[in-house]
Nanobody, 119 residues
Framework: QVQLLESGGGLVQPGGSLRLSCSAS????????MDWYRQAPGNERELVAD???????NYADSVKGRFTISRDNAKNTVYLQMNSLKPEDTAVYYC?????????????WGQGTQVTVSS
């Protein structure tokens, strides 16, 4: 059984920073691309950033220059450093990992972590 556990969310003032983490655990053979998504109330879930196993990255236009995605392959962990946060960044943030386990290659979602940007 594979599980993804996110941490690092919270309440921050506009202009502040947060660092999210997402660690995969279980019977893992390999972790491919890992993504961060977010979903604000009333909105669809949207891709924030993704990173391949070799470190290539991709960002939504709304976060380019402010957010940085990175990963530690030895720890099966992906990070999202969020700087210059804006109220419109408020959302539940989810990680998604494409993981090979004894059950084959499957996508796995974390449970989500709340990020609130407010003064």
């Amino acid at each position: 059984q594979v599980q993804l556990l996110e941490s690092g969310g919270g309440l921050v003032q506009p202009g502040g920073s947060l660092r999210l983490s997402c660690s995969a655990s279980g019977n893992i053979f390999k972790v491919y691309t890992m993504d961060w998504y977010r979903q604000a109330p009333g909105n669809e879930r949207e891709l924030v950033a993704d990173i391949t196993s070799s470190g290539s990255t991709n960002y939504a236009d709304s976060v380019k220059g402010r957010f940085t995605i990175s990963r530690d392959n030895a720890k099966n962990t992906v990070y999202l450093q969020m700087n210059s946060l804006k109220p419109e960044d408020t959302a539940v943030y989810y990680c998604l990992g494409r993981i090979v386990s004894s059950g084959g290659l499957n996508p796995y979602w974390g449970q989500g972590t709340q990020v609130t940007v407010s003064s």
